[in-house]
C-alpha cells in the first residue's frame, strides 16, 4: 500500500523568506503522480504543484518548485519569496493512474509579516 | 465556469440519523471521488464514482454509500451516524485525463 509521510506538523517564516517542505512516499509502483495541495482557512483545496514520475524534470509554477528524488521516495516543496497569502496548510498527496489520491497529515505553514 | 460545488457547507446531525451531501462536478468532468477529512489530519478516501458506479472504494463501512446520477453529479449518504462521523467531506471531480482533482469547498458535518 502506498503512503505519504510529511514530518513537519508545523512551521513558520519571515515573508519574503524562502522555506521547504518535506514529503517522503513509499510505493511499488514505477509511473504515478505526485501533487502539493494547498488548504486554506476557506477549506477550498487548491492545487499548488504537479509532478510526472516519469520526468526527471523538477516541476516550478512560478514561487513554487519542487525536489524530486525519485530513486529516494522524497517530493519536498519550496516556497520562494514567500508571501502572508500562503498561509495554509499544504498537503503532500501521492496518486497511481486513474485511481485514488493519498494525502499525507498536512505542514501548518504560518507566513509572519 | 462554477467549478466542483457542494451541498450544504454546514450540517448538524444527531447520532444515529442519516444524511445526504450533493456534489456538482467541474463542467467536461465525469468522475466524482469523496474524501472524509477529520479535524487537522488529511483526507483520506471514501469512494470513486465512473459512469453512474462505484469504480473503488477505500476503507469506510456499508454505512457510507454514494450515487452517481446522468448528469455526473453525486451524492455520497452515510448511515447511522456515530460522533466520529464528524468531519469536513471534500468532493473531487476529474475528467478523461485524470491527473488532476478538482475539490469543491467541502460540507462540515457535525454530529452530535
Known amino acids: 500500500a502506498q503512503t505519504v509521510t510529511q514530518s513537519q506538523p508545523e512551521m513558520s517564516v519571515q515573508e519574503a523568506e524562502t522555506v521547504t517542505l518535506s514529503c517522503t512516499y513509499d510505493?511499488?509502483?514505477?509511473?504515478?503522480?505526485l501533487f502539493w495541495y494547498k488548504q486554506p482557512p476557506s477549506r477550498q483545496m487548491i492545487l499548488v504543484i504537479r509532478?510526472?514520475?516519469?520526468?526527471?524534470q523538477n516541476a516550478t509554477e512560478n514561487r513554487f518548485s519542487v525536489n524530486f528524488q525519485k530513486a529516494a521516495k522524497s517530493f519536498s516543496l519550496k516556497i520562494s519569496d514567500s508571501q502572508l497569502g500562503d498561509t495554509a496548510m499544504y498537503f503532500c498527496?501521492?496518486?497511481?493512474?486513474?485511481?485514488?489520491?493519498?494525502f499525507g497529515k498536512g505542514t501548518r505553514l504560518h507566513i509572519l509579516p | 465556469d462554477a467549478g466542483v460545488t457542494q451541498s450544504p457547507t454546514h450540517l448538524i446531525k444527531t447520532r444515529g440519523q442519516q444524511v445526504t451531501l450533493r456534489c456538482s462536478p467541474k463542467?467536461?468532468?465525469?468522475?466524482v471521488s469523496w474524501y472524509q477529512q477529520a479535524l487537522g489530519q488529511g483526507p483520506q478516501f471514501i469512494f470513486q464514482?465512473?459512469?453512474?458506479?462505484?469504480?473503488q472504494r477505500g476503507n469506510f463501512p456499508d454505512r457510507f454509500s454514494g450515487h452517481q446520477f446522468p448528469n455526473y453529479s453525486s451524492e455520497l449518504n452515510v448511515n447511522a451516524l456515530l460522533l466520529g462521523d464528524s468531519a469536513l467531506y471534500l468532493c473531487?471531480?476529474?475528467?478523461?485525463?485524470?491527473?488532476?482533482?478538482?475539490f469543491g469547498q467541502g460540507t462540515r458535518l457535525t454530529v452530535v
Open positions: 464514482y465512473y459512469e453512474e458506479e462505484e469504480r
Open positions: 463542467s467536461g468532468h465525469d468522475t
Open positions: 498527496a501521492f496518486m497511481r493512474g486513474d485511481d485514488k489520491i493519498i
Open positions: 509532478q510526472e514520475a516519469y520526468k526527471q
Open positions: 510505493t511499488s509502483e514505477n509511473n504515478y503522480y
Open positions: 473531487a471531480s476529474s475528467g478523461l485525463v485524470n491527473t488532476e482533482a478538482f
